[in-house]
Structure formats: C-alpha cells, structure tokens
C-alpha cells in the first residue's frame, strides 16, 4: 500500500511540474504583450525573449538562421534571408556578403518591419557553383550591441536546378 501511494505521489508530482511550467509560460507571454502594447511599442520590433539582459545591458546579437539552409540546394531565383535574434541596425547590411570562388556577389539588401530578418536578392538569377554567405563580426544592433563572430554558411546552385 505504501509503494502503490509513493508512486501516485511521483506520477502527481511530476504532473503538477508540468502544469506549473505551462502556466508560468502563458501567464510569461500574456505580460510580455500586455507591458509592451502599455508602451505603445508594436509586438514586432519588440526584441525577442532574451534581447535584454536584466540591468537594461543590450545582449549580443546571434545569426539564428540563414537560408537557404547550409549545404543545401537552392534554384537559381533564390532570396537569401538572415534572422537574426534582435532587431540590427540598417547598417548591419553592410556586414553581409555573398561570394563564389570567382567573387561576390551583386544585389539589393531589404529588412523586413521588425528589423530582424535581412532578404538579399542577386541582381541577377544565381549561376551553378558553390556559395558562400557571411555576416562579419561587428554588425551593430538598434542598441548598439556587436555581432561577436563571423557568420558562415554555404549553399550551391546545381546545374539542371530550374527556376520559377
């Protein structure tokens, strides 16, 4: 009897964990929205959880993906896309790049309205060959935070890979 209450307190237990940890991530969410619509800022250029360290102190921005996605294969027609983990400066553009062996790689830089995700379009529709894309280390957030480390990430356009 005592085995059989032991473990319908451990299975308990560990249920009510859940649902403490489910609820503390709503409740989370709802102040979240709640304090940032109070100050008039708009959801989406609200940094992203994490972005501010406790005492006001910006946190260093990260690479949180890049596509098309490393070592893929993408067509000719693609835009490559960069998120990043907090909103960057316009001037962050300034860090990225997109090279072959035989060079860069021409094009227009767009930031989406949350300044978070930067879109490369070539000039021109992607040759086949092997890709690099980098975002150098010191690209600035809206607050002044730096990029630490270089991004890199490679893709190819193959030859037979068909546009739109």
Not at 31 to 54: D, H
Request: hydrophobic residues 45%; contains cysteine; proline residues 5%.
């Amino acid at each position: 009897m005592a085995t059989e209450r032991t473990a319908w307190l451990t299975e308990n237990t560990a249920r009510e964990r859940t649902l403490i940890q489910v609820w503390g991530t709503l409740v989370g969410a709802a102040l979240y929205a709640l304090v940032a619509s109070s100050c008039g800022a708009e959801l989406s250029r609200v940094p992203t959880r994490g972005a501010v360290q406790e005492h006001g102190e910006a946190l260093t921005p990260t690479v949180m993906k890049a596509l098309p996605t490393d070592g893929s294969a993408a067509r000719p027609d693609v835009v490559v896309k960069v998120v990043f983990s907090v909103p960057m400066s316009d001037a962050a553009g300034d860090a990225f790049a997109l090279y072959t062996r035989d060079g860069y790689v021409g094009g227009a830089l767009a930031w989406d309205s949350s300044s978070t995700v930067l879109a490369f379009r070539p000039d021109q529709p992607l040759a086949p060959a092997d890709y690099t894309l980098v975002v150098a280390a010191g690209a600035a957030t809206e607050s002044g935070a730096v990029l630490a480390d270089a991004f890199r990430q490679r893709f190819t356009v193959a030859p037979g890979v068909s546009g739109k």
